[in-house]
């Protein structure tokens, strides 16, 4: 209601204001609506990328990529390791293999490093704290290019880092590297590295390591022989007879073939040689050590097992391959030690079966 004056009189009229709620309905969507278009893609808005900008290689070309933070904390990941069979791997844990999970989250998060644009302003080196920087990322390529990735300040909302990178024409050690710093620095393009790459590099080894301890797929197809050296001194000796030719045009006897699986000499009834494979292939470790980290000693209670199997397909070795895995019950609980071969690396091994533990002669006769 609105009152106004008339010839000295006042007089009273009726104003619509039915539109005032409307307004307010109309201001309050469209700020929803770009406080939405800032949640979503409020990072690209405020961190400008351009294609023109200096960038990582592309992962399909790196060799290795080291991570470096402060002198303690450091991860080493090769893509080619000569004529090793398990590639890529951590260095330090050859022969083991990379967990499938870590390794193409490293994959992801590496292809989301993204370069900035020139709108970051001259002075983006000093802002982004890349000169003071502790961490550092270098990556190799094949064809003998380096690059290093000064690692600086934290954006806690974006939920990265910001990185300088210069990519260098020849294989410069690290060492090397950081004596150039300031030159290296000079050469930079800054860049945002998304956290959750970052962090994977920090990851407990049991994480990184895919946590199979004899990383022989279809282990008991592919075995030929099963030595056990058991804690009695007892030695047994598995092996498998490849059933025998048929020449062409010739008809089988109908006899009954051999046992494929004998037990020092004696016919072994093949279920109980295949659960004890099984069971082998089974092994999964809940921590990896180092020797100097182990809290025991080898002992007599050891088991020690040596496989002759034939090598996959996929494997450039000929003939056939030996592993050997010593298995040991640790003094204080439950759980095993258990050593791999030429590894220097220890397992701790939580789950153990039975037909591992308790292996004896009469377990693979059959039962008459």
Same mark, same amino acid.
């Given at each position: ?106 994959? =992801? ?198 496989? =002759? ?18 298995? =040991? ?40």
């Amino acid at each position: 209601m609105i009152r106004k004056k008339n010839g000295g009189r006042c007089q009273t009229s009726q104003v619509a204001l039915s539109s005032v709620p409307v307004v307010g309905l109309l201001f309050v969507g469209c700020f929803s609506a770009v406080l939405l278009f800032f949640i979503f893609y409020g990072e690209q808005w405020l961190l400008p990328t351009s294609s023109e900008e200096p960038s990582l290689p592309p992962f399909e070309e790196v060799s290795e990529i080291l991570f470096q933070s402060g002198e303690k904390t450091s991860r080493r990941i090769r893509f080619h390791c000569g004529d090793r069979a398990l590639c890529p791997v951590l260095d330090g844990y050859a022969g083991i293999l990379l967990a499938s999970d870590w390794f193409s989250q490293i994959k =992801q998060g590496y292809q989301q490093v993204r370069p900035l644009s020139d709108g970051v302003g001259q002075n983006w080196r000093e802002a982004f704290g890349v000169q003071s920087a502790s961490a550092f990322l270098f990556v190799s390529q094949r064809e003998g290019k380096r690059g290093v990735l000064f690692l600086g300040r934290e954006n806690a909302y974006l939920k990265g880092r910001y990185g300088a990178l210069t990519m260098v024409g020849s294989p410069f050690t690290e060492e090397e590297l950081f004596l150039k710093r300031e030159e290296l620095l000079e050469q930079s393009a800054p860049l945002f590295i998304p956290a959750p790459f970052l962090e994977l590099f920090s990851a407990p080894l049991n994480e990184i390591l895919q946590s199979s301890v004899l990383n022989i797929p279809s282990l008991a197809e592919r075995v030929r022989s099963l030595t056990v050296s058991l804690p009695d001194g007892k030695t047994l000796l598995l092996s498998k007879k490849e059933p025998p030719e048929v020449a062409e045009g010739t008809m089988d006897s109908g006899a009954p073939s051999p046992a494929p699986w004998s037990v020092n000499g004696k016919a072994a009834d093949e279920p109980f040689v295949r659960e004890l494979l099984t069971a082998l292939s089974s092994l999964r470790f809940e921590e990896v050590l180092s020797p100097d980290e182990a809290p025991f000693s080898w002992s007599s209670k050891a088991q020690e097992f040596v496989l =002759q199997y034939q090598p996959a397909e996929a494997d450039t070795r000929e003939g056939e391959t030996t592993e050997v895995l010593i298995l =040991q019950p640790s003094a204080d609980d439950d759980t095993y030690w258990a050593k791999r071969g030429s590894l220097s690396s220890l397992f701790r091994i939580r789950t153990v079966p039975r037909s591992i533990t308790d292996v004896r002669e009469e377990h693979f006769l059959p039962v008459r």
